[in-house]
């Protein structure tokens, strides 16, 4: 049922599509249209639900390595690109009461829980929406492989997170 969905799901989209070619909106709307049929392909259920970040307008699927997602007590749920953006929900957000907060292993790009996640912080390479880059492991081992090949020293989520919010 959920592939027929999503068949369907794209037919509309594609539909669309040739509608607002033929009607001379091509450029813009289709370029909208191509990222949500990709958005909906996406192999993260949280992409296929949240496919841009909300603060900065970047593309969940090609930054899926660094994504997060905030679920709130009621059940709301807020997808961003980066622990940049995170910081800037949670502080928009503050009166809110957190659920759960997942972040992406930087290898895999499975959720796994953000405060069990092995962060690496700082290093060689550029970050997402940071000077300072923040990646998250599933596993210890997994950080200090990419610490001998990258730099960067081992650090905890609220590390990450502090960090982020003085970014």
């Known amino acids: 049922m959920k592939t027929i969905s999503s068949i369907l799901f794209v037919l509309v989209v594609l ?3 040739v509608v607002a070619a033929l009607s001379g909106h091509a450029s813009g709307q289709h370029m909208q249209v191509k990222q949500l049929v990709k958005a909906s392909m996406s192999q993260h259920e949280d992409v296929r639900k ?3 970040c909300p603060h ?3 593309d969940r699927e090609k930054y899926s390595h660094s994504r997060i997602l905030i679920t709130y007590s009621d059940g709301f749920s807020v997808g961003v ?3 940049h953006c995170a910081a800037i929900e949670l502080k928009a957000s503050k009166t809110k009461v957190v659920r759960s907060i997942e972040v992406a292993d930087f290898q895999t790009g499975k959720l796994i ?9 700082g290093g060689l390479g550029k970050g997402v ?9 599933s596993s ?11 730099g960067g ?13 003085k970014d």
């Open 50 to 52: 949240h496919n841009f």
């Open 129 to 137: 929406m940071t000077i300072v880059p923040k990646w998250a492991f």
């Open 113 to 121: 829980p953000a405060e069990k996640a092995v962060w690496v912080i």
């Open 81 to 83: 690109c980066s622990i």
């Open 56 to 58: 900065c307008g970047m």
């Open 15 to 17: 539909a669309l599509s």
């Open 140 to 150: 210890l081992k997994a950080a200090r492989t990419f610490i001998q090949k990258n």
């Open 153 to 165: 020293t081992l650090g905890t989520y609220q590390e990450a997170i502090s960090r982020a919010e």
